[in-house]
């Protein structure tokens, strides 16, 4: 959610500075959180419909039909592609012990990060479980076959709709292009031990190559860039890293000048959004010891 | 997989009168009008314990020859396999988009209408639990009402719709009745010409809505808003439905769900 936020408000031009917050309970549950002018909005769809009415619509030239496809495509990325996903980095046993309980566990503050990470992967499998686990699949690995089966089919057809086009529509990244980033740059990026998702999509060098894209394009680094929470020098898979282990960040924004000139984008001087996001303060060079 | 289609297939839903819900009764609508699009010929069985007897349990199946195969998505693989099929005219992308406009419909219509008749009190109070336990004495009925109950309610909060107004859900709904009717546009079927099973999963959801009485009619005043909706489910029944004399025919299924609903 956090990458596809990002991406989204990129496309569109929206200003956000990222900010991570002080942990807490609460603010766990709820990141990614989105705070402007006193307004806290915290879910990901609510997010993205807050920040269309605030008009920085990133889907303003695509047609009736165009929009009718993202969010029948949307449905499919979480259907097809979600369980996989959250499988591999919460469910998936070499995964989770060796690259995601770490980097949460590293970010959150003693004691949470002994019991936080468990009960996140619990909830994942819970949720797998309960959504694709009936009948006729009575064990977890039919389930898990299953589940990987579809993710692959969905990025087959996800591979097919993309052919040989820059974006999904055309020339100009929209909504559908986020979120199909914010599930693909997590397979792609994140090294795990086992990555039969991110062999699958290397395979389809459509999609690398849209990711790539979108990374170099969207998420690059400069110098005049800064954030409150301190440079972070890492590369881009670090970034990637940091994003996705389920809101836990701590991140360099960046705005790309060439979409501010975007016709929609108002010249706006109202106070900047903040993305706020779970995790100390600090670089991930600093990372405390759990 | 090579023999051909027998004429005793049979379809296996609820009790039509008494007991189906408004989610099976679509479902099996869709599965229903798809068949004839592929004029195959399938009797529809109503059975009080259809729901257990499907492999994966849930209605509809269909009891061909001597396989049994539930729900639409492998029914219509089974049927590829026979070698009929309604999409085959499609190009890649084409095909792309279908798998993500019934990704759609299950993902908001088909949750929406759990929703409707498992998670809303009133609904569940008049509606649900009476019918889903008709066949049986009490205290049977009770206990399997309160059992699935439980069962869709735990998927609801798994998901994350446990915590949506009934407000939120209709407008959800409204939201994908919008998708559906701008990519219908004016256009017959979806893809154009010749009708695909994605034809046959809105029409089956969209009829049920329609001609199914609830508590109140909000759920089916979203789909009335568009009209080239409505127009659509009309076609779809008269090009496929009516002129039947059999049992199965859609006005037959709405007629008695009306009648019955009003209790």
Redesign the interface.
């Known amino acids: 959610p956090q990458s596809l936020l990002q991406a989204y408000a990129k496309f569109s031009g929206a200003p956000l500075t990222v900010n991570t917050i002080n942990n807490s309970w609460r603010a766990l549950k709820d990141v990614p959180v989105l705070v402007s002018e006193d307004v806290v909005i915290s879910q990901p769809a609510k997010i993205l419909n807050f920040l269309r009415k605030q008009k920085y619509n990133a889907d303003y030239e695509l047609s ?2 165009q ?3 993202t ?3 949307i ?2 990325l ?3 592609l979600l369980p996989a996903v959250l499988h591999t980095f919460w469910v998936e046993a070499e995964n989770y012990c060796s690259v995601t309980k770490p980097w949460f566990a590293s970010r959150i503050a003693f004691p949470l990060s002994l019991y936080l990470p468990g009960k996140m992967s619990r909830e994942v499998l ?2 797998i479980l ?2 694709r686990g ?3 699949l009575y064990s977890l690995s039919e389930v898990e076959a299953q589940i990987y089966r579809d993710a692959k089919e969905c990025l087959n ?2 591979s ?2 993309l ?1 040989t086009s820059q974006f999904f529509f055309g020339d100009t990244p929209t909504t559908l292009d986020a979120f199909v980033f914010g599930f693909l740059a997590p397979i792609y990026k994140v090294c795990f031990p086992r990555v039969q998702l991110q062999e699958h999509l290397r395979q389809l060098p459509n999609l690398c190559r849209f990711c790539d894209d979108i990374l170099s394009c969207y998420f690059r680094l400069t110098v005049s860039g800064h954030s409150p929470a301190g440079q972070d020098t890492a590369d881009a898979n670090l970034q990637k890293l940091t994003q996705l282990v389920n809101k836990e960040s701590n991140l360099i924004e960046k705005m790309d000048d060439n979409l501010r000139k975007s016709p929609q984008h108002p010249p706006r001087k109202l106070t900047t959004l903040k993305l706020a996001a779970g995790g100390e303060g600090s670089s991930p060079l600093n990372r405390l010891s759990p | 997989a090579a023999e051909p289609w027998p004429e005793n297939a049979a379809l296996y839903q609820q009790l039509k009168e008494e007991q189906i819900l408004l989610s099976d009764n679509a479902s099996s609508l869709a599965v229903q009008a798809f068949l004839q699009m592929c004029n195959l010929p399938v009797r529809v069985v109503c059975r009080a314990n259809a729901e257990y007897m499907s492999p994966s349990g849930k209605v509809p199946f269909i009891h061909v020859g001597n396989q049994v195969v539930s729900e639409l998505g492998p029914i219509v693989q089974f049927v590829k396999a026979k070698g009929h099929s309604l999409s085959d005219g499609l190009d890649e992308v084409q095909k792309a988009e279908m798998k993500a406009y019934m990704e759609l419909v299950n993902n908001m219509l088909l949750t929406a209408e759990l929703y409707l008749q498992w998670c809303d009190d009133v609904t569940v109070e008049e509606i649900t639990h009476p019918r889903y336990g008709s066949p049986y004495p009490w205290p049977l009925n009770r206990i399997l009402s309160y059992q699935k109950q439980w069962e869709v309610r735990r998927k609801m909060k798994a998901i994350g719709w446990a915590g949506k107004t009934l407000d939120q859900v209709l407008e959800d709904v409204d939201q994908c009745c919008q998708a559906l009717s701008q990519r219908l546009g004016t256009q017959p079927y979806f893809f154009n010409k010749q009708p695909t099973e994605l034809d046959a999963l809105v029409f089956g959801h969209l009829f049920t809505i329609l001609t199914t009485q609830l508590i109140t009619d909000e759920l089916s005043e979203k789909v009335k808003n568009y009209s080239n909706l409505t127009a659509f489910c009309r076609r779809i029944e008269q090009q496929y439905f009516e002129g039947h004399d059999k049992d199965s025919s859609a006005t037959v299924a709405a007629r008695s769900a009306k009648r019955s609903l009003l209790r």
């Open positions: 009736a039909k929009g009718a496809d969010l029948a495509y449905a499919l979480e259907e097809k819970n949720r309960l959504t009936g009948p006729p057809l996800l097919k709709r052919g």
